[in-house]
T-cell receptor, first 114, second 114 residues
Framework: ETGVTQSPTHLIKTRGQQVTLRCSSQ?????VSWYQQALGQGPQFIFQ???????GRGNFPPRFSGLQFPNYSSELNVNALELDDSALYLC?????????????FGPGTRLTVT | AQKVTQAQTEISVVEKEDVTLDCVYETRDTTYYLFWYKQPPSGELVFLIR??????QNEISGRYSWNFQKSTSSFNFTITASQVVDSAVYFC???????????FGTGTSLTVIP
């Protein structure tokens, strides 16, 4: 196990609603990245947070937003949910120091939008 | 533009057979990092290996081996004497700087038949 936890495990929302997903990073890691993985696809980068600041963003609209807290845990918020937002959302933690280039992933939150 | 291609969508092998998963990447950077992850049905991405662009040594870890060839922009993964527990989706990923976003391929679904 990586020590990265995510909650909730599963979530069902209705189109137009808002959702918040949570991630606790591995001990000693100060960077959290979020990915969206649609069914049958590879994970797509949403954004990354480093020391509570956004540190890079993929090709996702502004209704995808995030936060990182002083303990390096993180939230992903999605407003005005669309059917295409149905996916597995993965959180990955890493460190910007030393040789910590690997990203360690949590188990994911499976979001279904109806 | 960065890109990772895993041309094999699905592979089935009989237990104890060897299998090679292909990965071809594109990047304009001279320094970059390549990764392989395993995604079992539970959904969590499990880190397998990182290879730096300046280190072309092949690596073996138990039944797993990786062949990195810069000349052909490939980073292939071989499982020797496959086992049923190897059944999963395998992703190849590229990062162009330590801690930066990962670009994932679309994955190869491996089924090992007992």
């Amino acid at each position: 196990e990586t020590g990265v936890t995510q909650s909730p495990t599963h979530l069902i929302k209705t189109r137009g609603q808002q959702v918040t997903l949570r991630c606790s990073s591995q001990s000693g890691h100060n960077t959290v990245s979020w990915y969206q993985q649609a069914l049958g696809q590879g994970p797509q980068f949403i954004f990354q947070y480093y020391r509570e600041e956004e540190n890079g963003r993929g090709n996702f609209p502004p209704r995808f937003s995030g936060l990182q807290f002083p303990n390096y845990s993180s939230e992903l918020n999605v407003n005005a949910l669309e059917l295409d937002d149905s996916a597995l959302y993965l959180c990955a933690s890493s460190t910007q120091q030393g040789s910590g280039y690997e990203q360690y992933f949590g188990p994911g939150t499976r979001l279904t939008v109806t | 533009a960065q890109k990772v291609t895993q041309a094999q969508t699905e592979i089935s092998v009989v237990e104890k057979e060897d299998v090679t998963l292909d990965c071809v990447y594109e990047t304009r950077d001279t320094t970059y990092y390549l990764f392989w992850y395993k995604q079992p049905p539970s959904g969590e991405l499990v880190f397998l290996i990182r290879r730096n662009s300046f280190d072309e040594q092949n690596e073996i870890s138990g039944r797993y081996s990786w062949n990195f060839q810069k000349s052909t922009s490939s980073f292939n993964f071989t499982i020797t004497a496959s086992q049923v527990v190897d059944s999963a989706v395998y992703f190849c990923a590229l990062s162009e700087a330590p801690g930066n976003q990962f670009y994932f391929g679309t994955g190869t679904s491996l089924t090992v038949i007992p």
